[in-house]
């Protein structure tokens, strides 16, 4: 029989115990997961890199619901567990579920410290500790005002860059002359304090807080010496202590943390516990390495090793702000019986300490140069006798035996058993082996398998250089595809830093990205200026420079070099008042071709470029605007006559494609975008392989989306099925629009579906009606500024010099 | 060298072009992001692509047509295509700009 396995808490430490435990043990237990968090397992390390703009919560997931599914897990979200009974061997969750247990894992982590000062209650003062709390403080960083990090320590700092990256004023307080004093020496925190103040953050040391102030809410934190700061927002980072509350109303035996064994258990044999809740051998732990060797050795006492114990490490501390390097590690007091060799460079903004004792490293500080770490941390590790190399030992491991190595062969020259992932535990040997083992090449599996640089990510470049190392040029380190030859970016990474960093033009897009040329090249300068129209319709100004021709003079170029334009016809009707004017615009400017689309529209081949604003005069006096049959944007939104005349329709197709067509017109696109209405399942107006199609049938209106017709042919997959025509025009809109804002330049809807999933886009689409809801309110913002008429604005006169030559040379001469 | 003025460098939008017309075809005048000026003929030695039509970036044009790329500098194709095309001396005075009628006339003799 399958024993009950009951988790509580969600965090990283019992993620990685049921990693081990479904290896070990698979099928021994039944799991139930509670989790007060109303989500999946992610990588907290990461909330840092969301805070700031750098990565997007869906990046830092660790398990999503599919792996849950997958190996039959049961995962409560949003249910704390408010009672244990050890009699009854239950637990019970404050929505009234109770569940009963053969093994209990507490993993409960740990809660922020709160500083008990006057107003700490006030709103807008938040902690931090999970993604509720990184998302608060993102929505705070919206109205670009003050805020107050409370905590110079590692958490502070970090709060505190994310929020000056979103455009806040910050001032971090710390009560210790120095930052981040448990990590750092004097000399370090102060290079610190120096870097972080020279992004514009203001700190203040030895500040004491007294108060938080304001009237119902946060206004102004107030220091033991006088000073006010105006504020509103504060962040408390000033510590964590171990979440045990739980345990003990249990009865469990609790210090400052729930007290187990080496083995991970408590003194009730059924219960475990691990990560920040547990103390073992009167040490609570708080970074991630030795959470996860907790992990694992829970996981082999519950699959049955009873033999696994948990041994004390010190692990390297790193700062994860961009631009700031730092490692500390071990102890780093000053004593009778200790020696230190330091390097300073002040120019360069280097500091490195090494503490000795009996010719061994102890304690290891390292600032604006880290690439030693691991090397530092293996000697230290190894107790190497260091007496021989003592001279040159502060220069890294380069400059010993002969000539300084390049950083790719000290990387080699590293021992099989060098630690490369700090947080994982892995070493270089355990990497390079599943390298050859298992044919890895790309970064990507490397993590899966190995886990090195699957958390925090800072040991990344090491295990680059291992690949490279051990499969040689067969390791393609661009797994994603660079936008073009001008950046080493991809499509997803330069729309996300456009919104994280604020972005608002091409010269910024590219002096803030690290752009390789000038001004970029013929690809990436349209996908740029489309992205930034698509995300400040309000603010940008549209490059037409950086548009092809075509956009650019709102008309079709052919291969002799005339055009061809296409005015619109809403739903392809059509009337003998537009016809016959289309006919004398014929006559008149000669055109040599008149051509029915596939669009349901009529085509005018042949247009000379300097008669293109005399044409749309012309055409605009009959009513019609432009096709945009040129456009990265709304195309043609095709019909049937639906049931004002065919007998089988069902719905008014023809008014609905009209509709729509009136309401989307003018949008910009990822990639064109064509869309069809039928009246009935006989399908005539071919919905079923457009961009967006919708199907009528007697109950409403079935959506459509996704199908090609073009180079590849594809039906189109079933968005879903709604009622009224209101509803089918709301959830085209918002579709629309997500893709508009997802999808990379070019793409087609198709293809963007196929790359984020049917069924992610259905239930944004489909069943998030809050999402819903706000992307239509996007797309209708957006149109605001976007239906204005191409061909009017040129008939009046605008970009007169697309249509004109600038000179006229040589002609009397040749007449000569 | 006789040089005939054709307009002033505010007639071009940076990384922008403007045609000049000639007897013997167009001639594309380009202004890039850095305000030097370019004359070349307005016709890609591909498939006769109207170049004064395509994206000026750096020093050099994406044709319209096919996406070739050429360098005003020297009328030649980049990358791994092959093809020049003629490129006409600009002279820029203050504002006022100039193309070499003579080399227009050499070659059309």
Redesign the interface.
Known sequence: MTEKLVIIGNGMAPGRMLEHLLEKAPGRYQVTIFNAEPRVNYDRIMLSPVLSGEKAYEEIIIHGDGWYIKHGITLYKGHKIVAIDRQAKTVTSDHGVTEPYDKLVIATGSVPFIIPVPGHDLPGVLTYRDLDDVRAMMLAAQSRAKAVVIGGGLLGLEAAAGLNAQGMDVTVLHVMPTLMERQLDPAAGYLLQRAVEQRGIKVITKANTQAITGNGKVERVELADGTVIPATLVVMAVGIRPNAVLAKEAGIAVNRGIVVDAGMRSNDPDIYAIGECAEVNGQVYGLVAPLYEMARVAASHLAGNEAAAFVHMDTPTKLKVTGIELFSLGDFAEGDDRQEIVLRDAAAGVYKRLVLKDDRIIGTVLYGETADGAWFNDLKKKQTDISEMRDTLIFGQSYQGGAPLDPMAAVAALPDDAEICGCNGVCKGKITGAITAKGLTSLDDVRAHTKASASCGSCTGLVEKLMVLTIGDKYNPAAVQPMCSCTALGHDEVRRLIKAKGLKTIPAVMQELEWK??????KC??ALNYYLVCDWPDEYADD???????E??HAN?Q?D?TYSVVPRMWGGVTNAAELRAIADVVDKFEIPMVKVTGGQRIDMLGIRKEDLPAVWADLGQAGFVSGHAYAKGLRTVKTCVGSDWCRFGTQDSTGLGIRIEKFMWGSWTPAKVKMAVSGCPRNCAEATCKDVGVICVDSGYEIHFAGAAGLDIKGTEVLGLVKTEDEALEHIVALTQMYREQGRYLERIYKWAKRVGIAEIKRQIMDDGEKRKAYFARFVFSQKFAQVDPWSERASGKDK?EFR???????A??AE | MNWVSIGTLSDIPRRGARCVAAPEGKIAVFRTADDQVFAIDDHCPHKGGPLSQGIVHGTAVTCPLHNWVISLETGKALGADEGVVRTIPVRIDGERLFIALEALASRAA
């Not at chain 1, 040329?517 to 013929?522: H, K, M, V, Y």
């Not at chain 1, 030559?805 to 002609?811: E, K, L, N, Q, T």
């Open positions: 040329t000038s001004c970029g090249c013929a300068r349209p037409y420079q950086s548009r092809f021709i075509n650019r003079v170029i291969k070099g010099h030559p600038m000179a006229s040379v040589g002609f001469q040749a």
